[in-house]
């Protein structure tokens, strides 16, 4: 790269990772995310960005998994030499010692990096997560719960979060000791002394609450970063944290602003997600916001007659767009419709569910001409957009109002999708007009 990396990453699902993207760009820091890791020609593309990123499954992967694909990722990385390196994480830390270990891809990280300590923060306010005495808490609906009482996250349908103190939570995924600097060393005077003789090896904790304990934190990650501790874990929160260390050393440009690209004539959606907040987002557009919606039975499409399902899919998209109306493809309207218990009778079932979704939505803007569209779904992105060609990803206009979800831009080499414009959103995040929204080009919603 032409400049001195900032910030190396891999996100353990599409959606995360630019929700990372997302934070460094709107602080004027140019990011690349790479669906893959990049051939030099493909790097040398954006030679000019400060911070680049992988995409990646390791969410909704296993030990075993991470195991052979981790550390080759990893050693890539770390060759990049960033200032820092992050593993970035679900910000409500849905995670599982078999599916999603956050504790194994740590040790990975850690071996490969050859360091004895991984700083890890949770917390970012900017997204309604905070962390205290370890505990995460997480806004929903204008509330804010604690994780293992969410009204969602407590019932995730792969790993629901029966645990609120993260210490505890990651203990039962790996042998490291974890360690806490809670809210009251971060505002003690003596905070270096005191996190410096915290913990020796394993990981280390932050606690993020505010904007008091964010700057606390960015101040730390810097101090562990210098100290040889480059690789770390957490959420956005670590960009958060750091953003304002580097606004304050000239590194980061602060807030900058984004042209809307304007309106879609019409746009096209997956979603695999079965997040209650998907589901009202689904039924506002239905509803009130002119898109046609397609019901598709998820348990059709994984069976033997699996492609003339996909088929009349594709069909009935097309009927809807090419009547100049958006339309959204879904899977489930709602945890009610959760089909998740039959659907992981065979193993690697969700993954092809993804992949088809991402196969039809590939189809339709091929058909016809789409030039934005959105895939719905944490783990279904990161398995849907693998199938559109796409080699890489820039943020193209930032939501302020709900971060984690931008409109992206993406790259490849197939002409179809080079260029186009899509958004991935996680199951939690935005506001009912969330599609509406995005094919309107706003940074602002109506509902």
Avoid at 16 to 29: R, W, Y
Avoid at 406 to 432: E, F, M, S, W, Y
């Amino acid at each position: 790269m032409a400049a001195p990396l900032l910030l190396s990453y891999y996100g353990d699902d599409f959606t995360g990772s630019t929700d990372v993207m997302e934070a460094l760009t709107s602080h004027g820091v140019e990011t690349v995310l790479f669906l893959r890791i990049p051939d030099d020609a493909l790097l040398q593309r954006f030679a000019h960005c400060r911070a680049i990123g992988i995409a990646g499954t390791s969410r909704s992967e296993t030990p075993d998994w991470m195991n052979q694909e981790l550390a080759p990722i990893f050693a890539w990385l770390r060759a990049r030499e960033a200032a820092v390196c992050h593993y970035k994480v679900c910000s409500t830390f849905d995670s599982a010692p078999a599916v999603g270990n956050i504790g194994r891809a740590i040790e990975i990280g850690l071996q490969v990096f050859e360091q004895r300590i991984a700083p890890l923060v949770v917390g970012a306010p900017q997204l309604k997560r905070y962390t205290a005495f370890g505990n995460l808490f997480a806004g929903y609906q204008g509330d804010i719960f604690r994780i293992d009482r969410h009204p969602v996250m407590s019932r995730h349908p792969v790993t629901p979060m029966t645990e609120a103190d993260l210490t505890r939570h990651l203990g039962l995924q790996t042998r490291l000791p974890v360690a806490l600097a809670d809210l009251t060393m971060l505002t003690d005077a003596q905070v270096d002394a005191r996190a410096a003789t915290l913990a020796s090896k394993g990981i280390l904790m932050l606690d993020v609450d505010g904007a008091e304990t964010q700057k606390a934190a960015g101040a730390q990650l810097l101090r562990l970063a210098g100290a040889g501790s480059r690789f770390m874990a957490g959420s956005s929160g670590i960009e958060y944290a750091l953003l304002q260390a580097w606004c304050e050393k000239g590194d980061a440009a602060g807030v900058r602003a984004f042209p809307s690209p304007g309106k879609a004539d019409r746009i096209a959606v997956v979603s695999g997600s079965v997040s209650p907040t998907t589901e009202r987002q689904i039924r506002q557009a239905t509803s009130a916001d002119g898109f046609d919606g397609v019901p598709l039975d998820p348990l059709a499409l994984l069976g033997e007659d699996g492609e003339s399902v996909i088929g009349r899919a594709i069909q009935d998209g097309q009927a809807s767009l090419a009547a100049g109306r958006s339309v959204i493809l879904h899977t489930a309207l709602g945890p009610q419709a959760d089909r998740g218990g039959e659907i992981d009778r065979v193993t690697g079932s969700r993954h092809r569910l993804g992949q088809m979704l991402g196969r039809i939505l590939l189809s339709l803007i091929e058909k016809q001409g789409l030039g934005r569209a959105v895939i719905a779904g944490g783990d279904t992105s990161s398995h849907a957009l693998g199938a559109l060609k796409v080699d890489a990803l820039t943020t193209l206009l930032p939501l302020p109002e709900t971060p984690g979800s931008p409109l992206c831009t993406a790259h490849g080499l197939h002409a179809p999708t080079n260029g186009l414009q899509i958004a991935l959103k996680g199951g939690q995040v935005g506001r009912d007009g969330y599609f509406a929204q995005i094919r309107d080009g706003r940074q602002t919603s109506t509902g």
